[in-house]
C-alpha cells in the first residue's frame, strides 16, 4: 500500500488526537465471550485463542448496547475508541502504524524481502446502528493475530499489512476510496450520528481534501486475503467449519412501473379491468418461480411495492416495485434479467397493461482469484477442517480490492445465518479455528504471491 506522508502514530497521539473520550469507553460495560476456548491447531504458526477472545470482548465493550450487540457507526465516538485500542495492539506487535487519506488504520509488519509488494490482510471496526459483535471485527482480530505469530515466529517473505478499512458499512468508504471509487461529492453524504462523511473521515485522522489522492494501483498489493462471519445460514446449517468464499455477488436493482387504468372498483366489470396491482401480483409470483427454475445460485427479489392511488374502492392504475437480482456472474444476471423482463411483457400484454424497466443500482461481482479459493480450501483442509466452497451474498471491503490485487476470503459459520442483529453469533472456536485457517493461508500465500 502506498505510505501516507503522514508520520506513524502512536498510541498516545492516537488517543489523545484522534480519539478524545475513547480513553473513558475503555472502562465500560465489561463484555465476556467467557468459557469458549479455541481448538489446538496443527501447525508452527499457533494462534493465541485466548488473546483473539480478549480482544473481541474488548471491541465489544465500545458502543455496546442493553440488547448484547454494539452501535459504531463509522466515525462515532465508539469506533474512534476501538480503532484507538486496535492501533495500540498493532504498536504492542511492533507494527508500524499509519492512518492513510481514507482513514484505513495500517499497521505494517516488514517481511524478509522489503522490496516486495505487501500481503495484505484486514476487515472493519465499524458496525450498522445497533448491529452484533462479530461482523469484521472477527476479520480484523485475526488478521492482527497473524501479525503477531509471524512477528513472534518465522517472518514473511512479503511485508504484512493489517488493515482496518473506514466506514465498511455505511458504503465501503475506505477500500473503496483505495480503489479511485469514492468521489469528493460523496463526502457531503450525511452519516448516522449527525456528521457527514467527510468529518467522520476526520474524525478518525484520514485527510478528506486529499481523499482523490488515496487510490492504489495495481501492483501495489501482492494479493488480498479477508477472514469474515458469514452473515447466511450455509455454513452453520451444514455444520461445516470453514468457507473457501468464491467471490461477491454483482447486484443489479430496478425501478418496474406497470401502468394500467385507474377506474371505479364497483362498476367496472371484471373482464375489462386494466388493473396494475394484478399484473404486478403476477409478476411478482414469476419472478419467484422462474429464478428458481433457473439453473445456478441466483436470486431475484422483489422487496417493495406501492399502488396507485392506493384506495379500497378504486382499481390501481399504477403500481411501481423493485426487481433485485444477485449472482455470482454478471452475466447471469444479465440473463436472467433479459428472461423476467419478457416475461413480465407478456404477463402486462395479457392483462391489458404495460410493464417499464429501469436500472437504478449496479455493484458489480468481484470473483475471488481461483487460486486463492483453491489455497483456501486446501489450507483449511491440512488443518482437519471441513470445508465448502460458497459465494457471498453481502458486501465485503474485499470487493473493493479485487481490481487492484488477487482477493480471498475465508468465511466462518454465523449462528442461525442472522447479521447485522445484537443477535449475530459466532462461537469462540470458529473464530480461532478461522484465525488458524487464515494465518496458514498467508503462510502459504507467501510462498506463491508475487
Ligand atoms: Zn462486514
Redesign the pocket.
Known amino acids: 500500500m502506498a505510505v501516507s506522508p503522514k508520520s506513524p502514530l502512536s498510541r498516545r497521539r492516537l488517543l489523545r488526537e484522534v480519539a478524545p473520550g475513547a480513553a473513558a469507553m475503555v472502562a465500560a460495560a465489561p463484555f465476556s465471550f467467557a468459557g469458549r476456548r479455541g481448538p489446538t491447531a496443527a501447525g508452527s504458526d499457533q494462534v493465541a485463542a485466548a488473546r483473539i477472545t480478549a480482544r473481541m470482548e474488548t471491541i465489544a465493550r465500545f458502543g455496546a448496547t442493553p440488547a448484547g450487540g454494539g452501535s459504531r457507526t463509522g466515525g462515532s465516538d465508539a469506533d474512534l475508541a476501538a480503532r484507538a485500542a486496535f492501533a495500540g495492539w498493532l504498536e504492542d506487535a511492533g507494527l508500524t502504524v499509519r492512518i492513510d487519506f481514507a482513514g484505513n488504520l495500517i499497521g505494517r509488519l516488514e517481511g524478509s524481502e522489503p522490496a516486495l509488494p505487501p500481503l495484505v490482510s484486514g476487515?472493519?471496526l465499524d458496525s450498522v446502528p445497533d448491529g452484533g459483535n462479530f461482523?469484521?471485527v472477527a476479520g480484523s482480530i485475526a488478521a492482527l493475530e497473524a501479525a503477531e505469530v509471524f512477528q513472534s515466529g518465522a517472518p514473511l517473505c512479503h511485508p504484512l499489512e493489517v488493515v482496518v478499512f473506514f466506514n465498511?458499512?455505511n458504503g465501503k468508504t475506505g477500500s473503496r476510496a483505495l480503489a479511485g471509487e469514492v468521489t469528493p461529492e460523496e463526502l457531503d453524504l450525511p452519516l448516522h450520528g449527525g456528521f457527514s462523511m467527510g468529518e467522520a473521515l476526520a474524525r478518525v485522522g484520514g485527510s478528506p481534501e486529499r481523499i482523490t489522492e488515496a487510490p492504489l494501483s495495481p501492483g501495489d498489493v501482492a494479493g488480498y486475503l479477508e477472514l469474515?462471519i458469514e452473515q447466511g445460514p450455509v455454513l452453520d446449517t451444514e455444520g461445516i467449519e470453514i468457507g473457501a468464499v468464491e467471490g461477491i455477488v454483482g447486484i443489479r436493482r430496478f425501478r418496474v412501473t406497470v401502468s394500467g387504468f385507474a377506474n371505479h372498483a364497483g362498476t367496472t366489470a371484471m373482464a375489462i379491468r386494466r388493473d396494475a396491482l394484478v399484473t404486478a401480483g403476477r409478476f411478482i409470483a414469476a419472478v419467484s418461480d422462474e429464478t428458481n427454475r433457473w439453473p445456478g445460485r441466483q436470486v431475484a427479489t422483489v422487496g417493495r411495492i406501492e399502488a396507485e392511488p392506493g384506495a379500497a374502492n378504486v382499481i390501481p392504475g399504477e403500481v411501481e416495485l423493485s426487481l433485485e437480482i444477485r449472482d455470482l456472474r454478471m452475466e447471469t444476471i444479465d440473463a436472467l434479467y433479459d428472461h423476467l423482463r419478457q416475461a413480465g411483457s407478456e404477463i402486462a400484454a395479457r392483462n391489458q397493461t404495460t410493464m417499464r424497466f429501469e436500472p437504478y443500482y449496479l455493484s458489480r461481482a468481484a470473483p475471488c482469484d481461483t487460486a486463492y479459493v483453491d489455497l483456501v480450501a486446501a489450507t483449511a483442509d491440512d488443518l482437519g477442517c471441513s470445508v465448502a466452497r460458497l459465494p457471498s451474498g453481502a458486501g465485503?471491503d474485499a470487493q473493493s480490492m479485487a481490481p487492484l490485487a488477487p482477493i480471498g476470503m475465508i468465511f466462518v459459520p454465523s449462528r442461525d445465518g442472522i447479521s447485522h442483529s445484537p443477535r449475530e453469533f459466532t462461537p469462540m472456536e470458529d473464530i480461532v479455528r478461522g484465525a488458524q485457517a487464515l494465518t496458514a493461508a498467508l503462510r502459504r500465500l507467501d510462498g506463491v504471491a508475487g
Do not use: A, F, V
Open positions: 476487515s472493519h461482523d469484521g465498511e458499512e469474515h465485503h
